[in-house]
């Protein structure tokens, strides 16, 4: 059974920095490319990134390009995503997904990134 | 990159059927067999696969969804609705950039 568990949450300051993290289980994490969704409260999920299975390829939305970065140990079956210079409309769910042939197919649980003073 | 377009709400009586459109550009759906659909049933709940691919479904989800597309236009329509179909519905698709788009989603009611 795929499992993808999201840490690293929580209360960031506007201008601030946080570190997502991904654990997965139940699949063979090296040969599929991952990804970062996030959702706002009451508005519809947003791609923020993706990254190639071997982890040599990135991707990213217009939105965060040059301030969040994606990455992959694939030694340790983990996702990362480091987030800086966090705006207040960043707050949102972040997800955690697994990548199918060109659409996400498993997604975690995700996890709850609130910026605010 | 424009989120795809869906309309707000759909709504259906049990055993009725519905169409859910998805509307995107030549740098997407157009482009792309990579048209996806996603069920939330609660808002926080992580959206589910239901279709993929334009048109096929994940193993476990019921032969009552299917997936089309025609030109820049994806569809999602639901058979015999019952009344655990109520959700929100998201398109998504691959896109020339390499990144996904998502669709704002469309509120299904069963009444």
């Known amino acids: 059974e795929v499992q993808l568990l999201e840490s690293g949450g929580g209360l960031v300051q506007p201008g601030g920095s946080q570190r997502l993290s991904c654990e997965a289980s139940?699949?063979?994490?090296?040969?599929?490319?991952m990804g970062w969704v996030r959702q706002a409260p009451g508005e519809g999920p947003e791609w923020v990134s993706s990254i190639s299975d071997s982890g040599d390829k990135t991707f990213y939305a217009d939105s965060v390009k040059g301030r969040f970065t994606i990455s992959r140990d694939n030694s340790k079956n983990t996702l990362s995503l480091l987030m800086n210079n966090l705006r207040a409309e960043e707050t949102a769910v972040y997800y955690c997904?697994?990548?199918?042939?060109?659409?996400?197919?498993?997604w975690g649980q995700g996890i709850l990134v609130t910026v605010s003073s | 990159q424009s989120a795809l377009t869906q309309p707000a709400s759909v709504s259906g009586s049990p055993g009725q059927s519905i169409t859910i459109s998805c509307t995107g550009t030549?740098?997407?759906?157009?482009?792309?067999?990579?048209v996806s659909w996603y069920q939330q049933q609660y808002p926080d709940k992580a959206p589910k696969l239901v279709i993929?691919?334009?048109?096929i479904r994940p193993s476990g989800i019921s032969d009552r969804f299917s997936g089309s597309k025609s030109g820049n236009t994806a569809s999602l329509t639901i058979s015999g609705l019952r009344a655990e179909d109520e959700a929100d519905y998201y398109c998504s698709s691959h896109t020339r950039r390499d990144t996904r788009v998502f669709g704002g989603g469309t509120k299904l009611t069963v009444l």
């Open positions: 030549s740098s997407d759906i157009e482009d792309y067999n990579s």
């Open positions: 139940g699949f063979t994490f090296r040969s599929y490319a």
């Open positions: 993929h691919n334009v048109n």
């Open positions: 997904a697994k990548y199918g042939e060109r659409y996400l197919d498993y």
